[in-house]
């Protein structure tokens, strides 16, 4: 039995403006649904969750950002998302 599974990496950027305590967020239309999110994307073939913060908020937002802060996972979203 394989203990290996096909799994996709993403990561959501919020970025705080500390000074204003205002936060970057996008707003998405046209792909299934509307909304508000925050930056993101996924995870390059050995990237870093923070290596990929930094890259997905400069593409998408033209800003660098500095020490990004890991805040938490969804471990119970994953059981599903990924299986073998």
């Known amino acids: 039995m394989s203990r290996k599974v096909a ?3 993403t ?3 919020m970025i705080l403006d500390k000074a204003t305590d205002r936060v970057v967020v996008q707003e ?3 792909r299934g649904w509307d909304g508000l ?9 050995g990237e870093s969750a ?3 913060a930094v890259r ?6 033209g800003l660098d950002i ?3 802060v890991f805040c938490g996972g969804c471990p119970e979203r994953a059981k599903g998302a990924c299986s073998g």
């Open 66 to 68: 500095v020490r990004p």
């Open 56 to 61: 997905e908020a400069k593409e998408e937002t």
């Open 7 to 9: 799994c996709e990496l």
């Open 11 to 13: 990561c959501m950027v």
């Open 50 to 52: 923070a290596q990929a």
């Open 37 to 45: 999110i925050f930056p993101g994307g996924h995870l390059e073939a």
């Open 28 to 30: 998405r239309k046209g």
